[in-house]
């Protein structure tokens, strides 16, 4: 009589839930970004728009029914256009912005009542990343390390000059598991810190993209935040339910206002390398975030442009460089300008320089206040 042979099944792979956050107006790209056009609509860097190019990049690490998409009630309804492959379930709209930490954290808590042992990756949806290949290979090492343990792991970009608009992770030591253990976050530096930490050596640029087990996070939540913890444990228990859009509408404006980076990466940094179990991941794989109409100029020189970058029907330049002007369908003559962005969009006109694209958001400011909704 042959023996029953018993075969033991391997252990499946926790499953990998991209959440892409894309609630941002995009101030800084007025007045090409609008608040029912944001940034993350916007073709920027291909044909495709920034969310579609964020979508369609991360494809190869989960399918589509895995994805989750945090915007706003002005942006719902154009980003389901986009996203065609998406259930509508899968977008969260947020009846009020409460920054990152409240975000990220609703959808790890009605991951958890569907999946105890999902990993969570948080990913901006209006960034280039220009090697693919490197960033699937990095991805894949940080859902691991995520996966391994009550781990936190973030992408951490080799800076290339001195910044004052990102975070800066300084690292310690390596870690077995590869990565670079996390000693602390710095926000947005002056340019004397900022130039200290590049030379320093072991400062990243923080990207903004963090991978970790739902459950991580939540107990981090629940640890940092705990009034809004319990906030979204409450709207969380009510998706899938009739109730929870409503119970979303009147609970989750008494979430904290406050990002990741200040709510739980922080304070965790504080306990030590080896006891916070934060890691950086030094990534190389071409990572623009477009911050302003400077940073876009930048990236278009890239993509072929000479001295100028401009889109329109035709130009003519004479002595005139560094300039990034946008007029379709017009055509530019400039001459004898240097360094100005130049934006037109038929009701409206941005003139600025290079230099100062940063307060393009202060425009918008201004136009809140003056409530001038047509053009915001």
């Known amino acids: ?43 920027l860097n291909s044909q495709k728009s920034m969310i579609q190019e964020t979508v369609e990049r991360l494809l190869a690490a989960a399918p589509a029914k895995n994805f989750w998409v945090v915007t706003n009630g002005d942006l719902r309804a154009p980003i389901m256009r986009q996203l065609k492959t998406l259930n509508r379930k899968q977008l969260l709209a947020e009846p009020v912005g409460r920054n990152t930490a409240p975000a990220i954290g609703l959808a790890a808590f009605i991951l958890l009542h569907h ?5 969570l990756g948080l990913f901006p949806s209006d960034h280039v990343i220009a090697n693919e290949k490197q960033f699937h290979k990095d991805l894949a090492k940080g859902i691991a390390i995520a996966a ?22 300084e690292t310690g030591a390596k870690a077995r598991n590869g990565a ?54 409450q709207i969380a228990a009510s998706y899938g339910t009739k109730k929870f859009e409503a119970t979303f509408k009147r609970l989750y404006p008494q979430c904290e206002d ?50 100028n970058a401009v889109e329109s029907q035709g130009v003519f330049t004479l002595d005139a460089q560094g300039n990034y002007l946008y007029a379709p369908g017009k055509f530019i003559a400039a001459v004898g300008v240097h360094n ?15 230099e100062r694209a940063q307060d393009v958001g202060k425009i918008v400011k201004y136009l809140d206040e003056k409530k001038l909704k047509k053009l915001v």
């Open 148 to 169: 391994a343990g009550e781990n936190i792991v973030v992408m951490g970009i080799q800076p290339t000059r001195i910044e004052t608009g990102y975070g800066y992770i």
């Open 115 to 119: 999946d105890p042992d999902a990993i």
């Open 340 to 354: 100005l962005v130049v934006v037109d969009t038929g009701d409206a006109l941005l003139i600025t320089t290079r």
């Open 180 to 233: 670079l253990r996390v000693r602390r976050f710095t926000e947005k530096p002056d340019t004397e810190r900022a130039a200290e930490f590049v030379a320093a050596g072991n400062y990243y640029w923080n990207s903004g993209m963090f991978l970790w087990a739902a459950s991580t996070l939540a107990a981090a939540l629940h640890e940092y935040l705990p009034k809004t913890a319990k906030i979204l444990e």
């Open 258 to 307: 406050i990002s990741v980076d200040y709510a739980l990466l922080e304070p965790r940094s504080a306990k030590g390398e080896e006891a916070s179990n934060l890691f950086c991941i030094p990534a190389d794989f071409g990572w623009n975030d477009l911050g302003s109409w400077a940073a876009h100029y930048e990236h278009r020189l890239t993509q072929g442009h000479k001295v």
């Open 1 to 43: 009589m042959k023996k029953e042979i018993k075969t033991v099944a391997k252990p499946q792979k926790p499953e990998f839930y991209p959440v892409i956050l894309a609630g941002g107006r995009g101030t800084r790209f007025w007045p090409l970004s609008r608040k029912c056009m944001a940034k993350q609509l916007l073709p």
